[in-house]
C-alpha cells in the first residue's frame, strides 16, 4: 500500500502525464488549429520527418548522457528551457530547412533534460535501463493517428513498448551503444521514432501558421521543452515508486486514479 505522501506524487504525475496533448497547446498557443500549418508542410518534408527522428533519436541516446554527472542531483530545468529556446529561435529562422539541424540539436538537448529529471528521480543515468526508460519518453504524451483512446494511455504505451525495451537493454549490456549488429536497438528507436515524428510535425505545422511572427521558433520550442520535462516527471515519478513498492501495485494504484479522472477534488 503506497504511503499518502507517495499517493500524492503518483495523482501529480497521472496528471503531467494525463494533461493536454502537445497538439492542443499548440493550437492555444497560435489562436487557431494546428491544421492551418499542416496544411502548410510540403509531403517530401512530412515523408523525412521519421528519418530525422529516427537518427535524432539514435544520436540523443548516445550523446545526451556524456555531458552529465551519474552522480544524484536536483533538476536544472531552467538550463535546458533556455538552450531548447536559443536552438528553437535559431531553427525558426531558417523555416522548414533549419529544422533540419536544429531537430538533432534539440532532440539531443530534450535527450539531456529527461536524464536530468531521471537522476533526481534516484535513477542511475550509467545503466542501460535508465536511458532506456529516457528513451521510453519520446513516445509517452503523445497520441499518434493510428491510437484510439483505449490504446493511448502511459501504461499502454509501455506495455507496447516492453519486449523492445527488454531486447534493446539486453544489447546495451552487451555491446555497448553502437547500432551496428543492433536490430533490437534499432528496433525501439524505430518505434519511438514512430510517434515522436507525430511531435516534430506538430512542430513544425505551429512554426508554418501564417502571422504568428519570427519568434515562433523559440517560444515552441520552449513548449516542445516544457512538454517532455513534464512527460519525465511523470514518467520517472512512476518508475521511483515502482521501485519502492512494486510494479503491479504501483499499477493497481494508477487505475484507481484512472477511474476517478474528471471527478472534482472535494
Known amino acids: 500500500m503506497l504511503s499518502t505522501d507517495d499517493l500524492e506524487a503518483l495523482a501529480r504525475a497521472h496528471r503531467l502525464l494525463d494533461s493536454p496533448s502537445l497538439a492542443a497547446r499548440l493550437s492555444g498557443f497560435i489562436g487557431s488549429p494546428l491544421e492551418r500549418g499542416l496544411a502548410r508542410l510540403p509531403q517530401a518534408w512530412r515523408a523525412r520527418v521519421g528519418a530525422l527522428a529516427h537518427d535524432a533519436l539514435l544520436r540523443a541516446l548516445a550523446a545526451a548522457a556524456k555531458t552529465l554527472k551519474a552522480e544524484a542531483d536536483s533538476a536544472s530545468p531552467r538550463l535546458h528551457k533556455l538552450l531548447g529556446s536559443v536552438s528553437g529561435g535559431a531553427g525558426g529562422a531558417f523555416g522548414l530547412a533549419g529544422l533540419t539541424v536544429e531537430i538533432p540539436l534539440s532532440t539531443i538537448l530534450i535527450m539531456r533534460a529527461i536524464l536530468d529529471i531521471a537522476r533526481a528521480e534516484g535513477e542511475d543515468i550509467g545503466t542501460a535501463g535508465a536511458r532506456l526508460a529516457a528513451l521510453e519518453v519520446f513516445a509517452l504524451g ?9 490504446d493511448a494511455g502511459y501504461y499502454a504505451v509501455r506495455a507496447a513498448l516492453a519486449s523492445g525495451v527488454s531486447e534493446a537493454a539486453r544489447h546495451l549490456a552487451e555491446k555497448g551503444l553502437s547500432a551496428e549488429g543492433a536490430p533490437a536497438l534499432v528496433r525501439l528507436i524505430t518505434l519511438v521514432a514512430a510517434r515522436y ?9 505551429g512554426m508554418l501558421v501564417p502571422g ?7 517560444a515552441i520550442n520552449l513548449m516542445f521543452m516544457n512538454h517532455f520535462q513534464d512527460v519525465s516527471r511523470g514518467h520517472f515519478t512512476v518508475r521511483r515508486l515502482e521501485r519502492r513498492y512494486g510494479a503491479d ?3 493497481a494504484a494508477w487505475q484507481v486514479l484512472d477511474a476517478h479522472r474528471g471527478t472534482p477534488r472535494p
Open 249 to 251: 501495485a504501483v499499477h
Open 142 to 150: 503523445s497520441h499518434a493517428p493510428s491510437d484510439d483512446a483505449a
Open 197 to 205: 515524428k507525430v511531435q516534430l510535425t506538430q512542430k513544425a505545422a
Open 212 to 218: 504568428i511572427g519570427a519568434a515562433a521558433g523559440a
